[in-house]
């Protein structure tokens, strides 16, 4: 349940490159009812750059001062320190926003320590389509779930210089964010909002004649089917990531800051 704030929401983002600097400037200049009180990242040089360019100059701290100072942190650094943010942020019994949602996959435990301790977590909707969509579909029974991603070159680590169409990964979710860790969040999205990391199926294509990353969902159950297909361009400032990813983030801030959420 989102939560009413008749004061500002004070919000801490931890990771201040691309996805943390757009969010941080999108909060700071459009949401009346929040405000960045701190900044954290492991290049101080780049959170002070950050702070220094918002209107609320917020505060450069380590996480464990950052969630402190915080109503809500907000995660946009590293799936591989996202366990140890969410287990701090819990034990504070903060809320969290977490963007590199594949740090979970393995982590579902904390989701239960997140409820023992009435903390909310919000995972954006990042760049597919239909999530509610699959959540409704897991009240009754679903049977099967896949993922086809395609992407440029440039937008897939490891294959930035793939000259040819090629299916570069077969498995399941699980597998999946060993492998690509910043380019497949949105898989851990779609397992999380339905039947989990080792069910869901994905497959990662990597072709030179896109420009856009592409996600299509197929999922299968006694409700039907639903086939959801989106078409994103890469952010103009980091091609790995989706631009409606982050638009999706904003938008989710929006929501929690503005008690409205659709469709819940």
Same mark, same amino acid.
């Given at each position: 349940?989102?939560?009413?704030?008749?004061?500002?929401?004070?919000?801490?983002?931890?990771?201040?490159?691309?996805?943390?600097?757009?969010?941080?400037?999108?909060?700071?200049?459009?949401?009346?009812?929040?405000?960045?009180?701190?900044?954290?990242?492991?290049?101080?040089?780049?959170?002070?750059?950050?702070?220094?360019?918002?209107?609320?100059?917020?505060?450069?701290?380590?996480?464990? #001062?950052? +969630?402190?100072?915080? !109503?809500? @942190?907000?995660? $946009?650094?590293? &799936? %591989? *320190?996202?366990?140890?943010?969410?287990?701090?942020?819990?034990?504070?019994?903060?809320?969290?926003?977490?963007?590199?949602?594949?740090?979970?996959?393995?982590?579902?435990?904390?989701?239960?320590?997140?409820?023992?301790?009435?903390?909310?977590?919000?995972?954006?909707? #990042?760049? +597919?389509?239909?999530? !509610?969509? @699959?959540?409704? $579909?897991?009240? &009754? %029974? *679903?049977?099967?779930?896949?993922?086809?991603?395609?992407?440029?070159?440039?937008?897939?680590?490891?294959?930035?210089?793939?000259?040819?169409?090629?299916?570069?990964?077969?498995?399941?979710?699980?597998?999946?964010?060993?492998?690509?860790?910043?380019?497949?969040?949105?898989?851990?999205?779609?397992?999380?909002?339905?039947?989990?990391?080792?069910?869901?199926?994905?497959?990662?294509?990597?072709?030179?004649?896109?420009?856009?990353?592409?996600?299509?969902?197929?999922?299968?159950?006694?409700?039907?089917?639903?086939?959801?297909?989106?078409?994103?361009?890469?952010?103009?400032?980091?091609?790995?990531?989706?631009?409606?990813?982050?638009?999706?983030?904003?938008?989710?801030?929006?929501?929690?800051?503005?008690?409205?959420?659709?469709?819940?």
């Amino acid at each position: 349940m989102l939560q009413y704030f008749q004061k500002k929401l004070k919000i801490g983002i931890i990771g201040c490159g691309a996805i943390g600097t757009i969010l941080a400037k999108a909060i700071d200049r459009d949401l009346k009812g929040a405000k960045i009180v701190a900044l954290s990242d492991q290049d101080l040089g780049r959170a002070n750059a950050l702070s220094s360019q918002l209107r609320s100059r917020p505060k450069v701290l380590d996480g464990k #001062g950052l +969630i402190k100072k915080s !109503d809500l @942190v907000i995660e $946009a650094a590293s &799936g %591989k *320190i996202v366990a140890e943010i969410a287990a701090r942020t819990f034990a504070m019994k903060k809320d969290l926003m977490c963007m590199s949602v594949g740090g979970f996959i393995g982590n579902e435990h904390l989701i239960e320590i997140a409820k023992k301790r009435n903390c909310n977590l919000y995972f954006p909707s #990042g760049a +597919i389509a239909g999530l !509610d969509a @699959v959540k409704a $579909a897991k009240v &009754g %029974k *679903i049977t099967k779930v896949t993922l086809v991603t395609t992407k440029p070159p440039k937008s897939l680590s490891g294959y930035e210089n793939a000259k040819k169409k090629k299916v570069v990964f077969e498995g399941n979710v699980t597998q999946a964010v060993k492998l690509f860790p910043q380019n497949i969040n949105v898989s851990a999205a779609l397992s999380l909002a339905g039947i989990g990391a080792k069910k869901t199926k994905v497959k990662i294509i990597v072709d030179p004649s896109v420009k856009v990353n592409s996600h299509e969902i197929i999922v299968e159950g006694d409700f039907g089917k639903i086939s959801t297909k989106t078409e994103n361009k890469p952010s103009p400032i980091n091609p790995k990531t989706s631009y409606l990813a982050i638009l999706s983030a904003i938008a989710m801030v929006k929501r929690i800051v503005g008690n409205v959420e659709i469709g819940s």
